[in-house]
């Protein structure tokens, strides 16, 4: 069982906006860096989010990360049928001494 | 270009052993940090260990403590998780991720999948 909290689906139409929330403690998302993953269908995970709000090269900006407290949270705006994919938020916990994910959140696009 | 390669998986009976391999390329191996996260099928992620660069930190998840066994050879550009005592529960795809100092995992191989029954 994760100590990362995620809703388990989110939904909106083609070009509209979804927000993923996760939700933690002070021993993680409160005292250390998020990020945030993206798994398309049969494939391996891909960073999207790092140091809570930065995008690696090559991902739109229509992705992004915010964090507040110890909680934090990912954005997709102008939804396309290619984001219906499991996304997971992950980070370090400090009280584990490991690195944690989120239990997941799949995106579809109706 | 940054790449990740895990060797075979493969078939295991409970209480077995295997060896998992990655190769790495494209990128100074000595200077990060490698890590293991694995997904049984049609679940989550799940973090395995990690290994700092010179190997001498080493952490792992509960529930491989004692049975699993990260390392790396640094001249071979290679990281490795010796799993010992398998159970049908870590049954799952592993995937070997670099690991920048800020603790996200930028770059994942393909994955293999690891499969206990008997």
């Known amino acids: 069982q994760s100590v990362l909290t995620q809703p388990p689906s989110v939904s909106a139409a083609p070009g509209q906006k979804v927000t993923i929330s996760c939700s933690g403690s002070?021993?993680?998302?409160?005292?250390?860096?998020v990020s945030w993953y993206q798994q398309l269908p049969g494939t391996a995970p891909k960073l999207l989010i790092y140091e809570h709000n930065k995008r690696p090269s090559g991902i739109p900006d229509r992705f992004s990360g915010s964090k507040s407290g110890t909680s934090a949270t990912l954005g997709i705006t102008g939804l396309q049928t290619g984001d219906e994919a499991d996304y997971y938020c992950?980070?370090?916990?400090?009280?584990?001494?490991?690195?944690?994910f989120g239990t997941g959140t799949k995106v579809s696009v109706l | 270009e940054v790449q990740l390669v895990e060797s075979e998986g493969g078939l295991v009976q409970p209480g077995g052993s295997l060896r998992l391999s990655c190769a790495a390329s494209g990128f100074i191996f000595s200077t990060y940090w490698m890590t293991w996260v694995r997904q049984a099928p049609g679940k989550g992620l799940e973090w395995v260990a990690n290994i700092k660069q010179d190997g001498s930190e080493k952490y792992y998840v509960d529930s491989v403590k004692g049975r699993f066994t990260i390392s790396r050879d640094n001249a071979k550009n290679s990281l490795y998780l010796q799993m010992n005592s398998l159970r049908a529960e870590d049954t799952a795809v592993y995937y070997c991720a670099r690991t920048p100092p800020a603790g996200h995992h930028d770059y994942w191989g393909q994955g293999t999948l690891v499969t206990v029954s008997s």
């Open positions: 992950g980070t370090w916990d400090n009280s584990l001494r490991t690195y944690v």
């Open positions: 002070s021993s993680n998302i409160g005292s250390t860096f």
